[in-house]
């Protein structure tokens, strides 16, 4: 149902449950759990994506099963789970309750162009709880937020870019090629300081400025190192004239 493929050094965790518009039981909850956690572990694993298939992203939970249950990392099975590398949403089709809690959970998403995002739950009374209350706002903001969790309608994936939902919009079916090649490209970055920096950010967030500022020095510390390497090579004439950045000001 899970299954966990590596691409080089980027990390493709896959939702297979077709049938079932890959939602998510217990077991394929259990699964999810154990491939980010294998992610984690894995050191020749440098960015992770997570995707279901074509037709769909997920669905959420398995609302004909109701076998989830409650757990320090999440009823989805990672939702609360902390990972030190970057993820990538890779999603197609509908992306839509605890899918779209599952995206959030991820630092970057990539949609094909008839995506469609929603708290579909409204309609059934369920309530989110894999942190899509607390991350979609931080995201996208208050308003859109509370406009998305109260109304439950659906966003496409062009509104969704706009929001700053989605990071970029491809062709339906290249959603997870794009998310691939994105994972490729930060790989090729010194990883201390791609984890240093996106760890700052995170932990620094709801901090008054003072705060953030500590810990953005003390992760900043933590990459000298490799700040003294790169500054060498810049020096010798790597990467001049932006040479060595991915330029995608054009999608």
Request: proline residues 4%.
């Amino acid at each position: 149902m899970v299954s966990y493929d590596r691409n080089g050094p980027v990390a493709v965790i896959s939702i297979d449950r077709p049938d079932a518009k890959n939602a998510i039981d217990g077991e394929t909850a259990a699964e999810l759990n154990d491939a980010w956690q294998r992610f984690d572990d894995d050191e020749d694993a440098a960015v992770g994506v997570l995707t279901g298939d074509e037709e769909t992203f997920s669905a959420g939970a398995d609302l004909k099963k109701m076998d989830l249950e409650d757990g320090p990392e999440g009823w989805l099975g990672f939702s609360r789970l902390e990972v030190e590398k970057p993820t990538i949403a890779a999603v197609e089709g509908h992306c839509v309750a605890g899918g779209l809690e599952m995206a959030l959970w991820c630092d970057l998403r990539v949609a094909g162009e008839g995506a469609a995002f929603g708290c579909f739950e409204r309609r059934f009374g369920v309530p989110l709880v894999d942190g899509g209350t607390q991350r979609l706002p931080r995201i996208v903001g208050q308003g859109r937020a509370l406009e998305m969790i109260l109304t439950g309608r659906p966003v496409d994936a062009e509104e969704a870019r706009e929001w700053g939902l989605v990071n970029r919009v491809t062709a339906d079916g290249e959603a997870l090629e794009t998310a691939v090649d994105m994972g490729e490209t930060i790989a090729d970055f010194p990883q201390t300081t791609v984890r240093t920096d996106r760890a700052a950010l995170y932990e620094g967030l709801g901090e008054p400025i003072e705060k953030g500022l500590q810990i953005e020095a003390w992760h900043g510390r933590r990459a000298l190192e490799t700040a003294e390497e790169g500054a060498d090579r810049f020096a010798s004439g790597e990467g001049r004239h932006g040479a060595g950045i991915d330029d995608d000001s054009d999608r």
